[in-house]
């Protein structure tokens, strides 16, 4: 089903993946927040590097540009403006007792998910092998993300954008504070 | 790739599941949220290869989603700093019977 990929490319996968789960494990151990957070932006873009490969362009330069680049950045816009990381607040990581639990349980989670996905795929639903493609070629790497989108998922496209809206509205309104009605 | 992008994005969630219990600064708890919805960004990537392009567009949704819930998440958490002084979960326990 799947077809034979070359060692270089096969290399760069696990190259990537490995840098990912490094930094992955680095950010969950950290106890500062600035480290965690670039740690955290060092997953994201080994994650970028792997959505190329796996032929997905668009989706890898949005992760960029996206994740690395706006949601961290407000990430770390709110750790320093509430001044966090100071040496006096490092007391981040719980006692051993939830350490061990919060092992056991990813553990048990890791065994149950390593044994879901070794189910069969439905082969009925597979598309050709060379499907993805022909829409590469046919409306390049833009267009194969914008044509679904704009067409067959038109009303979620519209909902999303009241979701942000009213995430946008939200983040003010909470963020504000009373500063203006106690005047 | 499947088998290897499949197992790569369970080994991700988990790390963000154990970051989320193990953690007490309310902004690394939600940096780990991020982490596991982008390990299932990944999950969409790598189907999108078998199952036609349609996968990266719920990509797309997921990743608004994220970034609604990252901006009204750290403006929750502003407005309990403003509060307490602190973003230290232990400290955060009005709701506790």
């Known amino acids: 089903m799947e077809p034979h990929y070359p060692l ?27 480290t965690a957070a670039l740690w955290l932006v060092n997953t994201m873009f080994s994650l970028a590097a792997l959505y190329v490969m796996l032929d997905a362009q668009f989706i890898g330069v949005i992760q960029v540009l ?17 001044n966090l990381g100071h040496p006096s607040e490092l007391a981040d990581l719980r006692g051993t007792g939830w350490r061990l639990a919060a092992g056991l349980l990813g553990l048990g989670l890791l065994s149950e998910i390593m044994v879901i996905i070794r189910a069969k795929l439905p082969q009925q639903l597979i598309v050709p092998r060379d499907f993805n493609e022909q829409q590469l070629q046919k409306l390049n790497a833009v267009g194969t993300i914008a044509a679904p989108l704009f067409k067959d998922y038109l009303l979620a496209f ?26 | 790739m499947l088998a290897e992008s499949l197992a790569l994005t369970a080994a991700l969630f988990i790390i963000g599941v154990v970051g989320v219990l193990i953690h007490r600064n309310a902004i690394i708890i939600f940096m780990c949220v991020e982490l596991m919805l982008t390990a299932v960004n990944l999950t969409f990537v790598a ?7 349609a996968g990266q567009v719920f990509v797309v949704f997921v990743m608004t989603v994220s970034a609604a819930e990252a901006a009204v998440g750290l403006a929750i958490i502003i407005a309990i700093f403003r509060h307490r002084q602190t973003v230290d979960l232990r400290n955060i326990n009005l709701l506790k019977g």
């Not at chain 1, 996206?66 to 509430?82: C, E, N």
């Not at chain 1, 809206?165 to 500063?179: E, N, S, Y």
């Open chain 1, 8 to 34: 270089f490319y096969v290399f760069h996968f696990y190259l990537f993946g490995v840098i990912a789960l490094a930094s992955a494990i680095a950010f969950v151990t950290r106890k500062n927040p600035v």
């Open chain 1, 66 to 82: 996206l994740y690395a680049g706006a949601i961290m950045v407000v990430f770390l816009f709110v750790v320093m403006l509430l």
């Open chain 1, 158 to 183: 519209e909902l999303t954008s009241v979701l942000l809206l009213v995430a946008i509205a939200g983040a003010v309104v909470l963020a504000r504070g009373r500063t203006v009605s106690a005047r």
């Open chain 2, 47 to 53: 189907f999108s290869r078998f199952y036609g392009t």
